[in-house]
C-alpha cells in the first residue's frame, strides 16, 4: 500500500527541495542526490503508486502517457539521444527499490557501466 510519507511525495508537497529540471501537471523531474552518472535525473510521476506495476495498473491511460512523453522530453532538454542513455526502473525489495514513490533513473553523459 502506497505510504504518502515517502521522500518523492514530500518533495510533490514541496514540503523538501528538489533540484528541478522539469515539470507539468502530470510528472516532476530533478536530479539525483546522489548521482551515479555525469547526468542523472529522476523523474516522479503525479500520481500515487509504488512502482511500475501499479502506475501501469492503475493511472490511466493519459496520465501514463503523458508520464513517459514527459520522459522524452527530458531526453530531448538534455540533448542526450544522440550519445545514448539508460533508463532503469527499480521495483520492490529484490529490484533494489529505496524509495518506494514510482520512478525512473535517466542515467547518461558518459558511458553506463554494466549492469552485473
Ligand atoms: P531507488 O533505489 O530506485 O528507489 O532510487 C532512489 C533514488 O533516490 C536514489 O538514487 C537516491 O540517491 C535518490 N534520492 C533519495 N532522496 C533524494 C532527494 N531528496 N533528492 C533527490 N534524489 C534523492
Partial sequence: MYDDNNIF????????????IYEDDFSL?????NPQA????????????IDFYEFTSKAD??????FF???NTVIEK???NNKG????????EHGGQEVPHY?????????IGSLR
Fill in 9 to 20: 511525495a514530500k518533495i510533490l508537497r514541496n514540503e523538501i527541495p528538489c533540484d528541478k
Fill in 29 to 33: 523531474f530533478f536530479n539525483d542526490i
Fill in 38 to 49: 555525469k547526468i542523472h535525473v529522476l523523474g516522479i510521476p503525479k500520481y500515487p503508486c
Fill in 61 to 66: 491511460n493519459k496520465i501514463i502517457i503523458s
Fill in 69 to 71: 512523453k514527459s520522459v
Fill in 78 to 80: 538534455l540533448n542526450i
Fill in 85 to 92: 542513455f539508460r533508463l532503469i526502473s527499480n521495483s520492490g
Fill in 103 to 111: 520512478h525512473v533513473h535517466i542515467l547518461a553523459g558518459e558511458k
